[in-house]
């Protein structure tokens, strides 16, 4: 088996674990940085197919601004649901 081949599978497989964490996790933060995690190995892949202009797209948005947008969302409400002043 050539090396690239074993470079698609390790990729492939990493984003499935990551995307089924992401889906089953009771930890949103945990489920966050999964879907990112997952966003960064799509990137790998893209690269790895000479298709660098979508691994630079995913990379930055998928893995960059989606994910930092999540996670600011989760600990702003996060932040929010744990107030107990009733306000």
């Given at each position: 088996?050539a090396?690239?081949?074993?470079a698609?599978?390790?990729?492939?497989?990493?984003?499935?674990?990551?995307?089924?964490?992401?889906?089953?996790?009771?930890?949103?933060?945990?489920?966050?940085?999964?879907?990112?995690?997952?966003?960064?190995?799509?990137a790998?892949l893209?690269?790895?197919?000479?298709?660098?202009?979508?691994?630079?797209?995913e990379?930055?948005v998928?893995?960059?601004?989606?994910?930092?947008?999540?996670?600011?969302?989760?600990?702003l409400?996060?932040?929010?649901?744990?107030?107990?002043?009733?306000?």
């Amino acid at each position: 088996m050539a090396t690239t081949t074993l470079a698609y599978i390790f990729l492939a497989v990493v984003i499935l674990l990551c995307a089924s964490m992401a889906v089953w996790s009771k930890n949103l933060l945990k489920s966050a940085v999964a879907l990112g995690l997952s966003s960064v190995a799509l990137a790998a892949l893209f690269f790895l197919l000479d298709a660098r202009h979508a691994g630079i797209f995913e990379l930055s948005v998928g893995a960059g601004l989606i994910s930092i947008l999540f996670i600011i969302a989760i600990s702003l409400t996060e932040s929010i649901g744990g107030r107990k002043d009733g306000s």
